[in-house]
């Protein structure tokens, strides 16, 4: 079953503003990541955040996690149009071996 | 050097018709996954093999069959293909530190 649900499902923005994805999951997890999918392309991972993590910083992203509530948000900086993709998180739940995906969010950074 | 590669990267075929995908990766993981993305982008994990053997088998028809001859290998065969199995077609693999490597997608469809 789906794991990770991400809110909003589309979001546009211009060049240079700030875009923030949410991340909803049901169960405990060890760890939540981020992954990037350009059009056409596989899924690239882009940041990782363990279950006693809170926040955590890569570049331009900035991903926080609240456990309590079983969610997590991804923060893309100064947003250029090269970060047009569609994100989505995933979780692995008790099982390494088993990681989840949502739907994803598709941003559309406009130049 | 491409770390997970699958083939064939297109393919169309009739309703009916029996087709392999096949994956390999150079990466050196124990765990590789096959993902079903449909058109609404929704990544769904099929199966999950660590090390040659079956962990996760989600609900597929079984008219889908893994075949880990290796584990840097893992095909997937389809059977009686019928037209809801088109789809993008991911095979991925899983590092050390939980992150997932996925290859290119393989678009699938059935007439």
């Known amino acids: 079953s789906q794991q990770g649900e991400e809110d909003p499902q589309a979001l546009s923005i211009q060049e240079g503003e700030n875009a923030t994805m949410n991340c909803s999951y049901k169960t405990s997890i060890n760890n939540l990541q981020w992954y990037r999918q350009n059009s056409g392309r596989g899924l690239v991972h882009l940041i990782l955040?363990?279950?006693?993590?809170r926040e955590k910083h890569s570049g331009r992203l900035r991903v926080t996690l609240d456990t309590s509530k079983k969610s997590s948000s991804l923060l893309i900086t100064a947003s250029r149009a090269a970060d047009t993709a569609s994100y989505f998180c995933?979780?692995?739940?008790?099982?390494?071996?088993?990681?989840?995906f949502g739907a994803g969010t598709r941003l559309t950074v406009k130049p | 050097d491409t770390a997970v590669s699958q083939t064939p990267k297109y393919l169309v075929t009739q309703m009916g018709n029996d087709k392999s995908i096949k994956c390999e990766q150079n990466l050196g993981h124990d765990t590789m996954y096959w993902y079903k993305q449909d058109s609404k982008k929704f990544l769904k994990i099929m199966f999950s093999y660590n090390n040659k053997e079956l962990i996760i088998n989600e609900t597929v028809p079984n008219r889908f069959s893994p075949k880990s001859p290796d584990k840097a290998h893992l095909n997937l065969h389809i059977n009686s293909l019928e037209l809801g199995d088109s789809a993008v077609y991911f095979c991925?693999?899983?590092?050390?530190?939980?992150?997932?490597?996925f290859g290119e997608g393989s678009w699938l469809t059935v007439v």
């Open positions: 955040i363990r279950s006693n993590e």
């Open positions: 995933a979780t692995d739940g008790d099982n390494n071996n088993d990681m989840r």
């Open positions: 991925a693999s899983g590092g050390a530190l939980d992150t997932i490597y």
